[in-house]
C-alpha cells in the first residue's frame, strides 16, 4: 500500500512538471522572417511574470534590458524626416504608454510618418557591433478602437548609407505593443564615421482606411544587440546628426530659383481673409517692385489646409487692376507637401492684364481658402537647375580656398579613373557645393596639339547656380575648350571657386525633361499601390466600368505626375474593355519615353494620344494602371497642368 501510495505521488508529481514545461514552451516564439517578431512585448513579459510567481515562483520570461527606454525624456537623437514627396510633418514628444515612457509620434497631416533614429551618435565606437535592432511599437486612434497598423524599419549602413528595410507589424490588440525587428545581413553592416541610421515609417493604417482617424504610435525600449544578443549601450544625450541631404526643404515640382531676397515674413489669416501684406515704396512702403523681373518667381513658405495663391492691389488712377487675385484656384505651384507655392511673372502679367503691373503695383498680400500662416515670402529669379536621370557620380568630398581648384579627377589614360567618354552630347555635369561665391569647372589638357591646356568653363556667373546646385551644360564645354572634340584631350576635370568652397558630389547625367505642374489632382487610390517588376498595381477603374475613376479628369495639356520609388523606369498602362476600342491593353511611354528623375515620372496627354492610336482615348478608358521593369511603389498620383 505504501508502495502504491508513493508510486501515486511520484506520477503527480510528474504530471505537475509536465504542465510547467508545456507552458514554458507555449510562451516561447519564433521571430518571424519578415523581421517582425512575434515575441511578447516587455510589459507584457512583466505580467506573465507576476502571474506564474502565484503558480511557481519562477519567471517565464527573462526581463528584457533596454538600449533606450525614455524614462529620462530625452529624444534629441531622434528627427522627423520629410524630404519625400508622402511625409507627414510628425510631431514627437514623449509620453506615458503602456505603463511607462515612450517616444509619441503624433500624425498632423495623415501622410506617412517617417522618425529617424541616429544610431551612428547612439551607439558611438561600439556601432559596428549591432547585428540587430529591436524595439516596442504600440499605436492608438483617435476613437479609442484597435485597428492593425504596419509599416518598415529602415536601415542605412556603410559608407554609401545603402538602404534596407524589415517590415513590423502591430496586428492584434493584445500584442499591442509589438516587438519589431531589424536584422543587419551580411553587407548590411553599420560602419563608423558615416552616420548610419535607421528610420521608422508607418505607412500602413487600418483605422485611417475605415475613417477612424490616422494612428499615432509609440516606440520604446530599443535594443542595440551584437551578434550573441547582447544590449550595447547607448547615450542618450546625444543630438541628431543629419546625414548630408537628410534636411533638403521638398522642393519637387518647384521652380529651382536663385538669389532669394525676403520681401516680408510672420503673415497670416483666416479662410479668405488677406494677411498685413507689404506696400510699395510709392505708398510709402518698403517694398520696391522694380526688383520684379521677367524671371522673377515669388516663393510662399506657408502652413495651411488650404490652397495658396497672391493678392495685388493697385491705387493708383487708370491702373488696368485694382483689387486682383493672382494664381488662386489651385494655379500656383506647390509641392507635394503643401508647404510652398510659387508664383510666376507670367502669371502675374496674365491675372494683372498687362505686362507692365509693375507701374501700378502699390500693395502685395497672401490669401488662402482656409485658414492660413506664411513664415516667409521671397523673390529670386529662375537659376536653369534641371532635374537629371540617368546620374554618373564622378567624384566626391573635394575642396579648395577661393581661386584655387581641387583634388578633382585625371582620366584613365593617365592612371586616373575617369573615364572621359561618359561625357557624351546633350549631358549636364552637376555639382553640388557649399560656398559664398560661384562655382565652376576646370579643364587641363597636357597633350601639346590640344586646342586647350588650362581652361576655365563657365565661370564668372555664366554656369547655372542656385547657392548649393551648380549645372554645366555640354555645349558650354565644348564653347569653352574651342572644340567638339574636347574629350579626347582632357587630362584632368577639377572644381573651382572665387570663394572658399566644398564640394559633395560631381556626377553627369541627362536633363530629365519633367516640368512644374499646377491646378493638379490628386487620384487618392494610387497612393501606396505597388507590384514587382513588369506587373501592373491594382490602378483605377473607370466610373463606367464600376469604379471611382472619372477619365473626363483627362484633358488636353494634361501630365500624369507620379511620385514613386523604384530602381527601374515608370510608366502608365491603359486597358479598354469596350468594343471596337483602337486599343485594348497598352503601356505608355515605357522604354524610358516618360521624363523621368528616377522619384518622379511625368507622362503627357499627347503620349495618352499617340501610344492608343485616338485622340479620344477617354471615352473608351475602363482601367489606368501603373507599372516598371522592376519592383516599384507609388507615394502620389495627379493630373496637372504645365506652368511656364
Not at 66 to 71: T, V
Amino acid at each position: 500500500m505504501k508502495a502504491k501510495k508513493l508510486f501515486a505521488l511520484l506520477l503527480c508529481a510528474i504530471m505537475v512538471l509536465s504542465l510547467v514545461g508545456c507552458k514554458k514552451a507555449d510562451d516561447t516564439k519564433e521571430a518571424d522572417s519578415s523581421g517582425v517578431s512575434d515575441e511578447v512585448t516587455e510589459k507584457d513579459d512583466k505580467k506573465d511574470v507576476v502571474e506564474d510567481d502565484k503558480k511557481d515562483a519562477e519567471p517565464v520570461v527573462e526581463v528584457k534590458e533596454a538600449s533606450i527606454d525614455f524614462e529620462d525624456g530625452l529624444y534629441g537623437f531622434v528627427a522627423i524626416y520629410t524630404a519625400p514627396a508622402n511625409a507627414d510633418a510628425a510631431e514627437l514628444s514623449i509620453a506615458d504608454f503602456n505603463g511607462s515612457k515612450a517616444l509619441k509620434v503624433t500624425n498632423m497631416t495623415g501622410k506617412v510618418p517617417y522618425v529617424a533614429i541616429d544610431i551612428a551618435s547612439l551607439a558611438g565606437d561600439k556601432i559596428a557591433d549591432i547585428k540587430s535592432i529591436t524595439m516596442d511599437i504600440g499605436t492608438e486612434h483617435p476613437d479609442g478602437k484597435f485597428y492593425a497598423t504596419s509599416g518598415k524599419i529602415f536601415a542605412y549602413s556603410g559608407e554609401k548609407r545603402t538602404e534596407t528595410n524589415d517590415t513590423w507589424s502591430v496586428y492584434i490588440a493584445k500584442r499591442n505593443p509589438n516587438t519589431a525587428r531589424a536584422i543587419l545581413d551580411a553587407g548590411e553592416e553599420f560602419v563608423p564615421g558615416y552616420q548610419n541610421m535607421i528610420i521608422v515609417a508607418l505607412d500602413t493604417d487600418n483605422g485611417a482606411a475605415e475613417g477612424a482617424g490616422n494612428a499615432n504610435f509609440y516606440i520604446d525600449n530599443i535594443r542595440l544587440l551584437d551578434a550573441s544578443d547582447n544590449v550595447i549601450k547607448a547615450d542618450s544625450t546625444v543630438a541628431f546628426v543629419e546625414p548630408p541631404g537628410f534636411s533638403d526643404v521638398d522642393r519637387t515640382n518647384l521652380i529651382p530659383v536663385k538669389n532669394e531676397v525676403e520681401i516680408w515674413s510672420n503673415d497670416g489669416g483666416a479662410a479668405w481673409a488677406q494677411g498685413n501684406g507689404i506696400t510699395t515704396i510709392a505708398q510709402g512702403g518698403s517694398f520696391d517692385p522694380a526688383l520684379i523681373t521677367e524671371d522673377s518667381v515669388f516663393t510662399i513658405y506657408y502652413q495651411s489646409e488650404g490652397d495658396m495663391w497672391m493678392v495685388l492691389q493697385s491705387w493708383v488712377d487708370g491702373a488696368p487692376f485694382s483689387w486682383q487675385r493672382v494664381a488662386d484656384q489651385g494655379a500656383s505651384i506647390k509641392n507635394p507637401s503643401g508647404t510652398i507655392a510659387q508664383i510666376t511673372y507670367d502669371q502675374l502679367v496674365q491675372y494683372c492684364n498687362t505686362d507692365d503691373f509693375v507701374t501700378y503695383l502699390s500693395m502685395l498680400q497672401c490669401e488662402s481658402d482656409q485658414d492660413w500662416s506664411v513664415s516667409s515670402v521671397t523673390l529670386g529669379q529662375r537659376s536653369g537647375i534641371v532635374d537629371l536621370k540617368n546620374e554618373v557620380v564622378i567624384w566626391t568630398d573635394d575642396s579648395g580656398d577661393a581661386w584655387a581648384q581641387g583634388t578633382g579627377m585625371t582620366t584613365l589614360k593617365n592612371g586616373g579613373t575617369f573615364d572621359p567618354a561618359l561625357i557624351q552630347p546633350g549631358c549636364v555635369i552637376n555639382i553640388e557645393y557649399k560656398s559664398e561665391g560661384n562655382m565652376w569647372l576646370v579643364l587641363q589638357s597636357w597633350d601639346g596639339a590640344a586646342p586647350f591646356s588650362w581652361q576655365r568653363v563657365a565661370d564668372q556667373g555664366a554656369s547655372r547656380i542656385d547657392g548649393s546646385v551648380c549645372q554645366i551644360t555640354y555645349d558650354q564645354l565644348v564653347e569653352y575648350c574651342g572644340t567638339e572634340d574636347f574629350v579626347t584631350y582632357l587630362d584632368m576635370i577639377q572644381c573651382e571657386s572665387d570663394q572658399p568652397w566644398e564640394v559633395y558630389k560631381v556626377s553627369i547625367g541627362y536633363p530629365a525633361g519633367l516640368v512644374p505642374v499646377a491646378k493638379e489632382v490628386e487620384i487618392p487610390e494610387f497612393a501606396g499601390d505597388s507590384a514587382d517588376a513588369w506587373a501592373q498595381g491594382t490602378g483605377v477603374q473607370t466610373i463606367s466600368e464600376g469604379g471611382t475613376f472619372d477619365p473626363a479628369l483627362i484633358q488636353p495639356g494634361c501630365i500624369f505626375t507620379i511620385d514613386y520609388k523604384s530602381d527601374g523606369m515608370m510608366w502608365v498602362v491603359m486597358q479598354s474593355w469596350k468594343d471596337g476600342a483602337p486599343y485594348a491593353w497598352q503601356r505608355v511611354a515605357d522604354q524610358g519615353v516618360a521624363a523621368d528623375n528616377g522619384s518622379r515620372a511625368q507622362v503627357t496627354y499627347d503620349q495618352l494620344v499617340e501610344y492608343c492610336g485616338t485622340d479620344d482615348f477617354v471615352s473608351t478608358l475602363s482601367q489606368l494602371q501603373c507599372e516598371s521593369d522592376q519592383a516599384w511603389e507609388v507615394f502620389r498620383f495627379t493630373i496637372g497642368y504645365p506652368v511656364n
